[in-house]
Nanobody, 123 residues
Framework: VQLQAFGGGLVQAGGSLRLSCAVS????????MGWFRQAPGEEREFIAA????????YYADSVKGRFTCSRDDAKNTVYLQMNRLEPGDTAVYYC?????????????????WGQGTLVTVSS
């Protein structure tokens, strides 16, 4: 399975962006999905996860209430809606997939990773 994250860009603090993660090679419905980010010099950080059915989500405290993860299996795409962005949200954002891992924050639990997309939030 291949993943491709896109939708990043430059936005002012308080603004919004929606990231997409397109899945190809296998149907999205087979996988639990996660979003992570990595700022320069920092460890990769968990952001959000969504289970196969889309009924359950899990968020890092740092983004809870601001970010929303969703999926559209018909489009083989997972989304991360990011609102009220802050300069501290600046990072490269990655999507990840796994067949059996559900709603976990551990990067090592995900088998498949996409290339990241850069989000820059200016103050």
């Amino acid at each position: 399975v291949q993943l491709q994250a896109f939708g990043g860009g430059l936005v002012q603090a308080g603004g919004s962006l929606r990231l997409s993660c397109a899945v190809s090679g296998r149907t999205l419905s087979r996988y639990h999905m996660g979003w992570f980010r990595q700022a320069p010099g920092e460890e990769r950080e968990f952001i959000a996860a969504i289970n196969k059915s889309g009924e359950r989500t899990y968020y890092a405290d740092s983004v809870k209430g601001r970010f929303t993860c969703s999926r559209d299996d018909a489009k083989n795409t997972v989304y991360l809606q990011m609102n009220r962005l802050e300069p501290g949200d600046t990072a490269v954002y990655y999507c990840a997939a796994d067949y059996s891992t559900i709603l976990t924050a551990a990067p090592s639990a995900y088998t498949y990773w996409g290339q990241g997309t850069l989000v820059t939030v200016s103050s």
